[in-house]
Structures are given as structure tokens and as C-alpha cells.
């Protein structure tokens, strides 16, 4: 056990700054068509630092994406991302090479993205019923990583707890419900130089990403 936390440490370089990605999918069960499945991707920059006998990350969100589901699109707003948290994990050696942490983010009632409404203002894309919906939202991530030369990866899961506080019409009222959901997928994230920041690459560019299919 000894010789293997070494081991991961001396194969986890000591950069000041990293560049961070995840993806997860999910499952939602739609009237009349039944189950869907959703993808959310998540673009962050990060510290990753020594603390006692782990480690403790920090990661500032850069960019939040969700694919369409059956022609509907959402999407957070653009000035939301700047007014997000820190959000911080502690990772805890598990003896077999891997890093375990686990970590909550997310919002209450609160008018976090100062539009005058309360939670979150989501805009919806949709051919019939589209409009805004305000939410507020909770979630509890935990994560599993391994060092792999310079990278750190592994597989995540993502327990996601949505209540809608209001919407602009009937519609979407009628249409919006309160989700309790799990996601479950991987996160990467590779050194960056320490003057990185989140506009230095277009998305299909960040570093972080390995190839998967993309819907840009």
C-alpha cells in the first residue's frame, strides 16, 4: 500500500493549474415516449493540492452543456457561470492507486444569476413549448481518480436534484417537474500552463477532452 501511494505521488506532477472535464449520462422518462437518455458535459479549470494525506480540489466551472432530447434544448445563462462557487473536494487515497472524493455544488431560492427571478433562469428550446423556467438545483458528486502519467481520470457519479420555482407560461408550468436523477460518467483533467483561462480554447479544443462524441 505504501509503495503504491509513492508511487501515484511521484507520478502526479505538482502543477499549479489544471484543466478539467466530465461527462455524464442519465436517464429521464418522458410522457408517451418513455426513457430518454441525457448527456451533460462540464468544462473546468482547477487546483489540485497536496493537503495532509490527500488531496484537495478546487474547480471553476468554464462551461456547462447539455445535449437535445428529443428536439428540446435547455441552457444555463452565459453571466451564471461567473457567479458560481468554487466548488471543493478533498480526495482520500483508497490503498489501490486511486483517489476518492466526494463534494455537493449547486443553488437554492436564492436570485443567483441576478435576473430578478428566483434560483436559475433556464432557457428552453422547443418546438411547441418553449420559453424560461426558474429552478434551483443540488448536487452531490464523488469521484474516483487514477494518475496515468501527467493525468488524472476516472469514473464519477452525480446524484442531481432539480425543484422548479416558476416558469413564464402554462406550458412549461404544466410541463416541469421537480427530477431526483443520477448521472454517471468520467472526468479528466490534464496540466495546463498557470496563466490559462477559460477563454484560451474553444470547447472542442479544451484539453481535457479524449475524443468522445461531441454535439457542439
Known sequence: MIAAMVALLLSTPPAPLWAGYQEVTGEREVPILGTVTTRNRTWFLARWDRDGDGYVLRQRTCGVRFDRVMGVGVKLPDRLLA????????????????WFGEWE?????????????????????????GGRIQVASRTVSRAQLRADGEVLEG?????????VLGASNACLRSASDDTREQHRGWMRLVPVPPDSTCGRWRTDEWPARRGERTEE
Open 83 to 98: 457567479r458560481l462557487p468554487v466548488q471543493t473536494a478533498r480526495f482520500v487515497p483508497r490503498g489501490d492507486g486511486t
Open 105 to 129: 455544488s449547486g443553488w437554492g431560492g436564492e436570485d443567483l444569476d441576478a435576473d430578478g427571478r428566483p434560483g436559475v433562469t433556464i432557457e428552453v428550446d422547443a418546438p411547441m413549448c
Open 155 to 163: 469514473g464519477v457519479v452525480v446524484d442531481v436534484t432539480q425543484d
